[in-house]
């Protein structure tokens, strides 16, 4: 390898060499001819050979002669250029819900850009731009005069301009050997300049030049391209810009900080003025139309768009890590590439869901302030305060491990400043943020007085996720609880026992009993006992019905299922139906002791609805890059996971959590849902110390599921009248469902659940438990008692009807 090198650096001294010498032998004879001609003839061959060596000069840096000048872009850069362009999320009805970009630009025609913003910008940047081919000499030899004068003016023109914006000749591309000579540089970086320039007036029109510089140029605020900018600072669209308006961007682009009409107004106007005067020099208007205008002050819309401004700010930060290995795979940049993303979600339920977690949540916290007045939330089962939970939270935070490799690990001098009173921004219902002063101890101990949530619905059919609710805030609170987080999820994990039981051949009106059970099991090799109890610690001894005992979460009756079934069977069908989390293989999995998130939660509710046919939940319909070919469509096969049988069957059940005497669905009645024919079911869930509560809820058309907890699980309400599941996420599913299904256009998810199997069912499930009335405090005779069969001890007064 050595050795060819040194060939190869021989063979280009000699080449120059050989070369060199016949250039210079073939110039002193040029220089003896030159001598002998007459005056005129001597500057007419003075101007052909400057300006053949100039071309010379032109091309050998265009093609980066032996390395010396550095990369240029090439033809294909040229014809085809590449810019940070954002992409655009659409929800399923057709609305913007937001981008994502590195520079918020969206490019536009030039058919939509106001032949006065064209005007103003020629007049102003370049006002022989339809007579130049990229440069203009005119300029160039101006600013060389004014240059010898102590003088300075600029002679870019626009197309030049184009070049720096849109190629970053001076940053990206080197500047060769050459370029690490002093003052070199900057002569390269120009030459590219004028060479890409006048490229680009080859391959494209004057409009296109145009188009393509204001689409490219940077105003400031985030503003990148025209139509960003029409939009940041007068909420319109760049056809509609007037002359103020138009001059008033023109302006910006001298120096967007120093002209910016945000931060300096009065030097926004000045510049302003001066831009429209140069186009009464160029008789675009008059005189007395320049003074009108320039007594209009500048009046403002102004908005600036951030990446994450919107709805549905923990969907969209989700579906950018849900895109990665998509993006990598194939190549793609969903931040600088100008996609267009078609994603499940509606606008209007979104809209809905957000409103029902707020009013919720707000009605909670209340409740939860005043539940714990005067005292921290955070208490053990002995109601004493955890000992150094703050503290343990304190050092999870960057600032503490900032701190730690400031004063290396001293420390007092690490709780000097996490005790530091600074002014800071903390979450308020009322205020969304409240600039207080607080130390980062104090803040962390604010923060975690707040309850969180989450909410997402879900089409069983099809999997198309049409509304997500994250927490109660994206800016504090950026860890998505939908997808992310991963909980206790309590009684709604008997979904799967219950399931486990009807696949065993177990039907809804099979009964069983509510009493004490010990289950004996071995763990790591040890023998273990559990005993547990119903959530108000009583055994009634009753003998009941599947369906009732799924409706009213009895869990001892939970326990007996899952005892004969066996545990690795409810795992089994717990993975079937949509679980992705890892589940514990211990008894307490029954009760749901095992964390999963919420998605994979409802979307295993939705399988069941969807007469046991599974599908990964759907976020995004489609992807088109910028020319709108379509580069991605979602994976939306489906797999029957069981029986229509026994989802037909264990539906029943879920629907026996709103027909069921007691069952804790019927909660729902408090919401106006019941005369729009439409059926419900669903499960309320609580977990150990009520640390998490959940409730899904599912209808033909929709199913939608709602937890909430605080973010460490030692944060809690300690009663269940007040943190149990339908207290607490339940209302949200109710809230949500009220304007689902008031709102006309959304009409299709209203329905009943088929009154007749489209199979033969070979197991009874049309089962109902009544209760017999206490007649001793009620006269017996304004009761109307339905014909029942008595399956249980009289004193329970509960009875069965086919």
């Known amino acids: 390898m050595w ?40 500057i007419a061959n003075a101007f052909v050979t400057t300006f053949v060596l100039f071309i010379l000069y032109l091309f050998l840096v265009d093609i980066n002669f032996l390395w010396l000048f550095g990369k240029s872009p090439g033809l294909s850069s040229i014809s085809n250029p590449n810019q940070s362009v954002a992409s655009v999320i659409y929800t399923s009805d057709g609305k913007v819900l937001g981008k994502y970009f590195h520079e918020n630009r969206t490019p536009v025609t030039f058919e939509e850009i106001s032949p006065k913003l064209i005007e103003t910008l020629i007049s102003t940047e370049d006002e022989r731009f339809y007579k130049h081919f990229g440069i203009d000499f005119q300029a160039v030899f101006a600013a060389l005069k004014d240059m010898t004068k102590g003088k300075s003016r600029g002679a870019s023109t626009i197309t030049q301009q184009l070049v720096k914006n849109m190629y970053k000749t001076r940053n990206q591309y080197s500047t060769g050997l050459f370029g690490y000579i002093p003052g070199l540089k900057l002569i390269i970086s120009k030459t590219k300049e004028w060479t890409i320039a006048i490229e680009i007036e080859i391959f494209y029109t004057k409009q296109d030049i145009l188009t393509m510089y204001l689409n490219t140029v940077d105003f400031g605020s985030n503003s990148f391209g025209i139509y960003t900018a029409s939009k940041t600072f007068f909420k319109t669209t760049p056809a509609k810009l007037n002359y103020e ?16 009409p945000i931060s300096h107004p009065k030097r926004s106007k ?18 007395h139309e320049c003074d009108s205008l320039k007594e209009i002050p500048i009046k403002l819309n102004y908005s600036m768009e951030q990446s994450y401004d919107g709805d ?14 998509w993006e990598e795979q194939n190549g793609y940049d969903i931040y600088s590439d100008g996609l267009k993303i078609y994603v499940t979600i509606d606008s209007r339920m979104q809209k809905y869901a957000e409103e029902a977690v707020n009013k919720q949540m707000r009605s909670l916290q209340r409740k939860f302030f005043d539940h714990w007045r005067g005292q921290n939330p955070w208490q053990d089962e002995n109601h004493k305060d955890i000992v150094n939970f703050v503290e343990d939270i304190a050092k999870r935070t960057k600032y503490y491990s900032t701190l730690s490799n400031r004063f290396n690990n001293n420390v ?28 980062t101890m104090d803040s962390i101990r604010y923060m975690n007085h707040f309850l969180h949530t989450s909410f997402v619905a879900m089409e069983p059919e099809t999997g198309n996720v049409k509304a997500w609710v994250g927490d109660i805030n994206f800016k504090f609170w950026q860890y998505d609880k939908v997808a992310q987080a991963k909980r206790q999820p309590g009684s709604t994990f008997k979904l799967f026992v219950y399931t486990a039981a009807i696949m065993s051949g177990m039907s809804p009106c099979d009964m069983m009993t509510d009493k004490r059970v010990t289950w004996d099991y071995v763990e790591k090799g040890e023998k273990k006992s559990w005993s547990p109890h119903n959530a108000n610690g009583v055994f009634t001894g009753t003998t009941m019905t599947l369906k009732h005992a799924f409706g009213r979460s009895v869990n001892t009756v939970a326990v007996q299922l899952a005892e004969k079934v066996g545990i690795n069977e409810i795992i089994k069908y717990a993975y079937l139906l949509g679980i992705k989390t890892k589940l514990e293989n211990q008894p307490s999995i029954c009760l749901g002791s095992s964390d999963v998130s919420l998605l994979e939660l409802v979307n295993s509710f939705g399988t069941i609805v969807n007469e046991g046919v599974q599908h990964e939940p759907i976020l995004v319909t489609r992807i088109e890059d910028k020319d709108g ?11 029957r996971v069981i029986p229509y049988e026994d989802a037909w069957l264990v539906t029943e059940l879920l629907k026996g959590g709103m027909t069921e005497p007691g069952a804790t669905t019927q909660a729902l009645w408090e919401w106006d849902l019941f005369r729009y024919n439409t059926d419900f079911g669903g499960k309320t869930g609580t977990s150990s110390n009520h ?28 009663t269940g009248q007040l943190g149990e599941g339908s207290k607490t996420a339940l209302p949200i599913f109710g809230l949500f469902m009220e304007k689902v299904l ?17 199979e033969p069912i070979s197991r009874p499930y049309g089962c109902h438990t009544y209760i017999k009335p206490d007649t001793t405090s009620v006269d017996s005779s304004s009761i109307d008692l339905e014909e029942s069969i008595e399956v249980a001890p009289t004193e329970n007064k509960m009875n069965v009807v086919e």
């Open 742 to 758: 008031k709102d006309e256009n959304l009409k299709q998810y209203r329905g009943k659940f088929p009154a007749k199997p489209k």
């Open 691 to 718: 640390s998490d509560a959940w409730f899904v809820g599912v209808t033909k058309n929709l199913v939608g599921g709602a937890w909430v907890g605080g973010e460490q699980r030692s944060v809690h309400f300690r």
């Open 245 to 260: 308006q138009s001059a008033t961007l023109v302006g910006l682009l001298k120096a967007t900080t120093t002209y910016s």
């Open 3 to 42: 050795n060819k090198l040194v060939s190869l650096y021989h063979f280009i001294i000699d080449f120059i060499k050989r070369y060199l010498k016949k250039f210079i032998n073939w110039r002193k004879a040029r220089l003896t001819r030159f001598k002998g001609l007459v005056w005129y003839r001597k």
């Open 629 to 639: 070919k379509i580069i991605y469509q979602p994976n939306t096969t489906q797999k």
């Open 412 to 439: 007092d001098s690490i709780d000097k400043y996490m005790n530091l009173p600074h002014r800071t921004k903390v979450f308020d219902y009322d205020l969304i943020e409240k600039d207080t002063t607080l130390s």
């Open 270 to 287: 000045e510049r302003r003025d001066i831009v429209l005067e140069n186009l009464v020099v160029h008789n675009i208007i008059t005189q």
């Open 312 to 325: 549905a700010l923990h969907f969209r930060a989700y579906l950018d890590k849900y895109l990665k290995d």
